[in-house]
T-cell receptor, first 112, second 114 residues
Framework: DAKTTQPPSMDCAEGRAANLPCNHSTISGNEYVYWYRQIHSQGPQYIIH???NNETNEMASLIITEDRKSSTLILPHATLRDTAVYYCIVRPYNFGNEKLTFGTGTRLTIIP | DAGVIQSPRHEVTEMGQEVTLRCKPISGHDYLFWYRQTMMRGLELLIYFNNNVPIDDSGMPEDRFSAKMPNASFSTLKIQPSEPRDSAVYFCASRTGLTTDTQYFGPGTRLTVL
């Protein structure tokens, strides 16, 4: 599995955009970038995923660099409920590669 | 949809006892996954099923752990005998058969073995 590197922790003021970076310099051409988050005492929650184009949904935006070696998850207007550990994961999309390898993630704290 | 359902939410048992964790995946999902989360090792995949058949159990720590999926709507993870080092939060997740689909996690079972 390609490995990802994320900062261990970040703070963001409530109402501001939270930008969470992720490096995945060894990503392969058939691997997607997934983002999950885990709020304290809950199961991981899917946020968004993408292959090479930027993606946006109701929760967040995902910006993937042209060389695909890094990406940024953007929470446009962070709220206190966004305080969580955010995981960046790469996974091949071909059949048989089902494992999601969760690293240590980034602990995001939203400050009032 | 109610999402992935796990029971019990909390389990406290004594060393040597048998523990059974239960999971009901989201209806229509073809894949079911069991994970374990500890402070030391983070979130680890233990085993996963496709259409009720175990596909990869390489993450199962030892023979004391076993998992079954008798039908599409139910799975169990059993630990026999349990040990204090098995204390962790156990998550079940499921997803559809689409290769690019994501996994949806349940709320977890917090297991404490005394």
């Amino acid at each position: 599995d390609a490995k990802t590197t994320q900062p261990p922790s970040m703070d963001c003021a409530e109402g501001r955009a939270a930008n969470l970076p992720c490096n995945h310099s060894t990503i392969s051409g058939n691997e997607y970038v997934y983002w999950y988050r885990q709020i304290h005492s809950q199961g991981p929650q899917y946020i968004i995923h993408g292959l090479k184009n930027n993606e946006t949904n109701e929760m967040a935006s995902l910006i993937i660099t042209e060389d695909r070696k890094s990406s940024t998850l953007i929470l446009p207007h962070a709220t206190l409920r966004d305080t969580a550990v955010y995981y960046c994961i790469v996974r091949p999309y071909n059949f048989g590669n089902e494992k999601l390898t969760f690293g240590t993630g980034t602990r995001l704290t939203i400050i009032p | 949809d109610a999402g992935v359902i796990q029971s019990p939410r909390h389990e406290v048992t004594e060393m040597g006892q048998e523990v059974t964790l239960r999971c009901k995946p989201i209806s229509g999902h073809d894949y079911l996954f069991w994970y374990r989360q500890t402070m030391m090792r983070g979130l680890e995949l233990l085993i996963y099923f496709n259409n009720n058949v175990p596909i990869d159990d390489s993450g199962m720590p030892e023979d004391r752990f076993s998992a079954k999926m008798p039908n599409a709507s139910f799975s169990t993870l059993k630990i026999q005998p349990s040990e204090p080092r098995d204390s962790a939060v156990y998550f079940c997740a499921s997803r559809t058969g689409l290769t690019t689909d994501t996994q949806y996690f349940g709320p977890g079972t917090r297991l404490t073995v005394l």
